[in-house]
Structure formats: C-alpha cells, structure tokens
C-alpha cells in the first residue's frame, strides 16, 4: 500500500487536468499556464490566458519572462504528445514549481473551456465522450 500511496501523490504533485485547471483560473490561481507547442499549433488555437513558449525556447526565455517562484502548469496538443513532458522537464531543470496538464489542448477543448487564436474566441464544443453533457431540459 505504501507503493501506490507514493506513486499516485508524486503522480498528483506534478499533473493536473483540465477541469482542474480551469477551475483554478476562475479562482484566481497564479499560476502561469504555458502552452508548449509551436507556432502552427499555438496560431491554431490556444487556451485563453496561455503564455506561447514552445520547450526548446524554455532555457532561454523563461528565467526573464516568469519569476522563478511562479507556478507553472505546461500543456501540449493531447494525451498523445509528450511535448508537455518535455516541457516540464526543462522548467523543472530551472528550479520551478511545475505541473503538466494531462490530456493537453485536446481535452480541454473537449470538454468546452475558452480556447482563442489571434482572431479572437473560438466556438466552445462540449464532447459528452469526456464529460457530461446536460441539455436545457435534462438541467430542469
């Protein structure tokens, strides 16, 4: 038992999802979420509020453009991309406190948090294969 208690808390300590990272927004959390993607991807579309730092610029450009004692959270395309990994690492190499996003842009999206590109908004989609989907009758 102690194995798995100390896998699935180092495991929390250093992943989170999207839900969880949207409702940290809405709070008001600090931390800065850092798509890691490059530029096709982030001209695409990105989550709202993401600061764009595709991992091989994250050496370079991340001790001048976030404080070290800001938490991060990372994200790459989907549970299929292991850009989001490697961008942790590198943050993690610098000494920050970091987290990755498990299931990336593509669940978030799925699950219809604000995405944008740099024409503005783009449409919200709520995919009832990765969540509930409750219709205006089905909410009462």
Sequence with gaps: MTDALTYFTAKLTHETDASDVYAA?????????VDVRGD???????????????YRDIASRAPS??????????????????AGAKGAREFALLGYQVREMIGGYEYWVRE????????????RVFDSQVMV???????G
């Design 25 to 33: 927004q809405k709070a008001g959390s600090t931390a800065v979420l």
């Design 40 to 54: 096709d991807a982030w001209q695409q579309g990105h989550i709202r509020g993401a600061i764009h730092m595709p």
């Design 65 to 82: 453009e976030i404080p070290r004692d800001t938490p991060v959270v990372v994200y790459c395309w989907s549970p299929g991309c292991n």
């Design 112 to 123: 219809g948090q604000p995405v944008e590109n740099d024409s503005g908004p783009l449409p």
């Design 133 to 139: 989907v409750r219709t205006p009758l089905q909410d």
